[in-house]
């Protein structure tokens, strides 16, 4: 049994099409400041904005950067198709993480907190899987890891993914069963 799942492709085509239209937006200002400055008759925050004087322009070229960079890093996510999360008989594998499969052998323990966001009714689902071998943790150089009396633990949000935290969790679970016994 090998469970896998990859990028969400319309989370990735949402954060690409926000992202072009923020970029474009910015652009259009940053190619325009006097029409984006001009102000007559508009609210105190426009007026703010037309008191920035000359910084406008530069301001929104720096964001047109920051938002060109996130349409590419969007574009880029939405045809990757390489599994993001495997779990099959040899371990788990989160690319997140490391090229890296955790072995089940090394695996002590799992356990989710459920994360609630503030103002919006979305959940973030964080998993922390329990591990003995510092070799896997030596390989593992994109995550946070704390260490417990001779345990560590590996920490990843589950969030981006076509499949949904409790598909993953349940996944995860129930392959911990078949092969830790």
Not at 137 to 146: A, G, P, V, Y
Not at 150 to 169: A, H, L, R
Request: proline share 3%; with cysteine; glycine share 6%.
């Amino acid at each position: 049994m090998t469970f896998e799942t990859s990028n969400s492709k319309i989370k990735a085509l949402l954060v690409l099409l926000a992202s072009l239209a923020l970029a474009v937006g910015c652009l259009w200002i940053a190619l325009n400041p006097d029409a984006a400055a001009d102000t007559e008759g508009y609210s105190r925050n426009a007026r703010r904005a037309r008191a920035m004087g000359g910084m406008l322009p530069y301001f929104m070229w720096a964001c047109t950067l920051l938002f060109g960079a996130s349409t590419v890093l969007g574009l880029l996510r939405l045809f990757d198709s390489k599994p993001k999360i495997r779990i099959n008989e040899n371990g788990v594998y989160v690319a997140k993480l490391s090229e890296t499969t955790i072995p089940w052998s090394d695996i002590h323990g799992l356990n989710r907190k459920d994360i609630k966001i503030q103002k919006s009714n979305q959940n973030l689902a964080r998993f922390i899987i329990i591990a003995s071998s510092d070799v896997v943790f030596k390989r593992i150089s994109k995550t946070k890891t704390t260490t417990n009396p001779g345990f560590k633990t590996v920490q990843f949000i589950m969030n981006g993914f076509k499949d949904s935290p409790d598909q993953i969790w349940n996944a995860l679970v129930n392959a911990a069963k078949t092969y830790k016994a």
